[in-house]
């Protein structure tokens, strides 16, 4: 009776032997992700806690914390109105262009960040096709905070849309036509009928954008002006430590960034997991 579930698992698998399967995935897991952490780990474990206090807390470190956090949390809650708006655009109307449109959302994947980055500073200088605008009312994006936020929100925005997407897609629109029937206004079938299905994902594509946003380097890089107490991200910290050849140091912020990434991907998939789970139980 015990060996009826694996047996069950083994005939209905599409790929060419389970074992031969889950080998050659977990043998790609330990190289591309537990290899690079296990080395994060062992810079890490060189220093002693007073050590790694130290260089984790340091004045110029915790200002680039509060940088990168409050653009990234900026960002992310810009990515979640705007990306869900693309992702009901996406899938609710059809217009001259919109294929266009589907595909440019995937350029900050396809394009190298450093790249991103260069394009956007010279776009948003006060000399740029936009910047010179923004000049007229005294706002200037390049080289400041608000030029960080631009740059995350670039990079991390197709989190959010292509996590939406496929959940809008198979949430047809008659849903909404019953809902219309039944006397409920825009606004109430938005909040009661769609919201509550698309939540889950729409928390997930957020928080991989804040995530994103932690991390990103190249398009920051570019645009932030790297002021010392100002414009630092916690990346750039990483990098100047690496350049001082102090690689332990490095890896303690690092491990900070990674820690805070773990926690808020654990959390939200708890969230999610037990959102389906009473959302199961009520169907």
Do not use: C
């Amino acid at each position: 009776m015990s060996a009826l579930p694996f047996r069950a698992l083994r005939s209905k698998s599409v790929l060419p032997g389970f074992t031969i399967s889950l080998g050659s995935s977990l043998f790609f897991i330990g190289l591309v992700i537990l290899l690079p952490l296990s080395g994060l780990v062992m810079q890490v474990a060189e220093l002693s806690l007073a050590d790694y206090w130290a260089i984790i807390s340091d004045p110029r470190v915790v200002a680039s914390y509060k940088v990168t956090l409050s653009a990234a949390l900026v960002a992310s809650i810009f990515n979640l109105f705007f990306g869900l708006l693309m992702a009901w655009i996406l899938t609710r109307y059809r217009f001259p262009g919109r294929l266009l449109l589907d595909g440019l959302m995937d350029l900050p994947f396809a394009l190298p960040t450093a790249v991103a980055g260069l394009t956007l500073a010279a776009l948003y200088a006060t000399q740029g096709w936009f910047g010179q605008y923004l000049a007229l009312w005294d706002i200037k994006v390049s080289y400041t905070w608000l030029g960080i936020v631009v740059a995350m929100i670039f990079t991390s925005v197709p989190f959010v849309v292509r996590t939406v997407q496929p959940v809008l897609e198979e949430f047809g629109p008659e849903y909404e036509e019953a809902s219309a029937t039944l006397g409920a206004s825009p606004l109430q079938t938005f909040w009661r009928v769609i919201m509550p299905e698309i939540k889950p994902a729409l928390l997930m594509g957020t928080a991989l954008s804040f995530t994103r946003s932690l991390g990103e380097f190249g398009a920051v890089i570019f645009i932030a002006g790297n002021l010392p107490w100002q414009t630092e991200v916690t990346s750039l910290m990483i990098f100047i430590r690496l350049q001082e050849f102090d690689y332990a140091a490095a890896a303690a912020i690092a491990s900070v960034v990674l820690l805070a990434s773990l926690v808020l991907l654990f959390v939200i998939n708890g969230i999610q997991q037990r959102y389906q789970h009473i959302s199961g139980a009520l169907k």
